[in-house]
């Protein structure tokens, strides 16, 4: 386990500076800068600030400048908002992004797990067709649609929920079921294959064999060895709900890193678009690396290399 920590470990840092590298250039490449928005500074003013972020220097030199204080964690001032760092930006942005995944993930678990494990169980029941209809329709139907189709029904017409806001547990509810649907239906078509599969094994017929009741076959035995297919999907739904929260944020004027980052892009501040791209990276490497350490948790016959 230590030996693939370390190696994991190195894999990571890797993998951040090639991130970190191409993300540079490839801003750097497009045309327009901090200093070319619609906000016009006097010439003394627009001469200080390229002075100080480096602006008139090579792409080299101001890659080793970024890189340098990058590598301490310090990703500098911001090149558009004044007087703000980016670390600032992330600090106040993270929770909000945080909070609306983790309740996104919870609830595409609880949901995808119960449709999964009840569609197996009751197979080719009305039950089993509905869940499997509703699991086609959450994984066709993008995040950004279903996002519009609720607002209309739920915000306009039921009047249920705000359409915008952040701070109340109500302000919650809406984005992280439009964030969490397709992930709810990926998880639920995992969960019912991976049952389906356990429940034909002859550990599960000695379990039924011996008198046990089916309640406890299928929540001690037969939903351990379902949830591997749904772990390994946890990495990639970690990445989506990271990328699909950058739309979600945006429809319902949420003040999270998403939001952050495609202002920073549009406005092409190189500094404040780094640091998000390099946080949201590196959540998304550790947690495939939780991810891989589970594996050996739910089965002790896998050996981490």
Same mark, same amino acid.
């Given at each position: !386990?230590?030996?693939?920590?370390?190696?994991?470990?190195?894999? $990571?840092?890797?993998?951040?500076?090639?991130?970190?590298? %191409?993300? %540079?250039?490839?801003?750097?490449?497009?045309?327009?800068?901090?200093?070319?928005?619609?906000?016009?500074?006097?010439?003394?003013?627009?001469?200080?600030?390229?002075?100080?972020?480096?602006?008139?220097?090579?792409?080299?030199?101001?890659?080793?400048?970024?890189?340098?204080?990058?590598?301490?964690?310090?990703?500098?001032?911001?090149?558009?908002?004044?007087?703000?760092?980016?670390?600032?930006?992330?600090?106040?942005?993270?929770?909000?992004?945080?909070? #609306?995944?983790?309740?996104?993930?919870?609830?595409?678990?609880?949901?995808?797990?119960?449709?999964? $494990?009840?569609?197996?169980?009751?197979?080719?029941?009305?039950?089993?067709?509905?869940?499997?209809?509703?699991?086609?329709?959450?994984?066709?139907?993008?995040?950004?649609?279903?996002?519009?189709?609720?607002?209309?029904?739920?915000?306009?017409?039921?009047?249920?929920?705000?359409?915008?806001?952040?701070?109340?547990?109500?302000?919650?509810?809406?984005?992280?079921?439009?964030?969490?649907?397709?992930?709810?239906?990926?998880?639920?078509?995992?969960?019912?294959?991976? !049952?389906?599969?356990?429940?034909?094994?002859?550990?599960?017929?000695?379990?039924?064999?011996?008198?046990? !009741?089916?309640?406890?076959?299928?929540?001690?035995?037969?939903?351990?060895?379902?949830? #591997?297919?749904?772990?390994?999907?946890?990495?990639?739904?970690?990445?989506?709900?990271?990328?699909?929260?950058?739309?979600?944020?945006?429809? %319902?004027?949420?003040?999270?890193?998403?939001?952050? %980052?495609?202002?920073?892009?549009?406005?092409?501040?190189?500094?404040?678009?780094?640091?998000?791209?390099?946080?949201?990276?590196?959540?998304?490497?550790?947690?495939?690396?939780?991810? +891989?350490?589970?594996?050996?948790?739910? +089965?002790?016959?896998?050996?981490?290399?």
């Amino acid at each position: !386990m230590t030996r693939f920590l370390v190696r994991r470990a190195i894999w $990571i840092l890797i993998t951040l500076w090639l991130v970190y590298t %191409f993300s %540079f250039f490839l801003m750097l490449s497009v045309p327009g800068g901090p200093m070319s928005s619609e906000r016009s500074y006097p010439p003394e003013i627009e001469k200080m600030r390229r002075d100080r972020f480096h602006l008139n220097d090579p792409w080299p030199v101001q890659y080793w400048h970024y890189l340098s204080n990058a590598c301490y964690g310090d990703f500098l001032a911001s090149q558009v908002l004044n007087d703000y760092e980016v670390s600032e930006i992330i600090s106040e942005g993270f929770p909000v992004s945080a909070t #609306l995944g983790i309740l996104a993930m919870a609830l595409a678990l609880v949901l995808g797990l119960s449709a999964g $494990i009840i569609s197996a169980l009751w197979r080719n029941s009305l039950l089993d067709v509905m869940f499997r209809s509703l699991a086609t329709i959450g994984i066709a139907v993008p995040n950004f649609v279903l996002a519009g189709i609720a607002i209309l029904i739920f915000v306009f017409q039921l009047k249920w929920f705000p359409a915008a806001g952040w701070g109340k547990p109500i302000d919650m509810v809406l984005p992280a079921i439009c964030l969490a649907a397709p992930f709810a239906a990926y998880i639920s078509r995992l969960t019912r294959t991976g !049952m389906l599969d356990v429940l034909g094994q002859d550990y599960i017929r000695t379990a039924y064999a011996k008198g046990l !009741m089916s309640s406890t076959v299928v929540l001690k035995h037969a939903v351990r060895g379902a949830l #591997l297919p749904v772990v390994s999907y946890l990495g990639p739904a970690v990445a989506g709900i990271l990328t699909g929260s950058l739309v979600i944020e945006r429809i %319902f004027f949420l003040p999270g890193l998403g939001t952050h %980052f495609i202002e920073a892009v549009t406005q092409r501040d190189y500094t404040t678009s780094l640091g998000i791209v390099m946080v949201s990276t590196a959540l998304v490497l550790v947690m495939n690396t939780l991810v +891989d350490v589970s594996y050996q948790l739910l +089965d002790p016959r896998i050996k981490l290399k």
